[in-house]
């Protein structure tokens, strides 16, 4: 059995999905986000260990009583770099009756991601940018294959939540904001936007790999703006 290549795990995950969740950080990302607060999870060879889906399932067993009511979400770096396991670790929880999640960008999308999905309760999907050029300068990959993936989740009919990070001087333009409101309005199968507010925890990481930070300077994203940006989505009847 193909072995995970994971950055860590986290036992009572609060803020990746529904109730208490045991969360499963695998490495490796395809996006080079200039936010990025996991940037130690883009490169497969710099995982901490590797394990077969079988070995990561047995730690989450310790833990079902206190997930009972929550689940399993498997996120990164980007878990679609590593279909096979996976779709393992899905399947195996969805067989023990554990609810399931994926935290993806959706830009790996193919077969195997398909497969995948069959065994997913629940897809968090991060739409960085509703604008392409834009897309593509925050995160150096092309926007269209997340726009497919969420087309994809519509027609299969999968549950999914979009995550969108809102940067003071760059994703946080009302002109932009309501163009991504207006986009999620025709998906049926969207039970939440979260609107994630920019900060910058994750700063010191990429100094300890030696990188420079693309954002140093920008601020942290102010409560009033968060509760601005809320109410465009809001005001179309969406929850968020």
């Given amino acids: 059995m193909k072995r995970g290549c994971i950055h860590s795990h986290e036992s009572f995950g609060t803020v990746d999905g529904p109730g208490i969740r045991y969360v499963v950080f695998t490495q490796g990302c395809p996006l080079r986000c200039k936010y990025c607060h996991n940037a130690d999870t883009w490169r497969k060879e710099d995982a901490k260990t590797k394990e077969t889906p079988e070995e990561t399932f047995a730690e989450i067993c310790k833990y079902k009583n206190y997930i009972e009511k929550g689940g399993v979400t498997i996120?990164?770096?980007?878990?679609?770099?590593?279909?096979?396991?996976?779709?393992?670790?899905?399947?195996?929880?969805?067989?023990?009756?554990?609810h399931t999640a994926i935290d993806t960008?959706?830009?790996?999308?193919?077969?195997?991601?398909?497969?995948?999905l069959e065994y997913v309760d629940l897809v968090l999907l991060d739409i960085k940018s509703i604008d392409p050029v834009q897309y593509k300068e925050l995160t150096g990959v092309e926007l269209e294959p997340t726009l497919k993936f969420a087309e994809y989740l519509k027609e299969i009919k999968k549950p999914m939540w979009i995550r969108h990070v809102v940067v003071p001087g760059?994703?946080?333009?009302?002109?932009?904001?309501?163009?991504?409101?207006?986009?999620?309005?025709?998906?049926d199968n969207l039970e939440k936007v979260e609107i994630l507010p920019y900060h910058t925890l994750g700063e010191y990481k990429w100094k300890n790999l030696g990188l420079e930070y693309p954002l140093k300077g920008v601020p942290a994203l102010s409560a009033k703006r968060l509760e601005e940006v809320k109410e465009i989505f809001r005001k179309r009847g969406l929850k968020v």
Avoid: H, W
């Fill in 75 to 98: 996120t990164g770096g980007d878990p679609m770099t590593q279909p096979e396991y996976v779709e393992q670790l899905l399947r195996l929880c969805k067989n023990d009756g554990i």
């Fill in 105 to 116: 960008s959706g830009y790996l999308f193919n077969d195997k991601v398909k497969r995948c």
């Fill in 170 to 187: 760059i994703t946080d333009s009302d002109e932009l904001l309501n163009k991504l409101a207006d986009y999620l309005m025709k998906f």
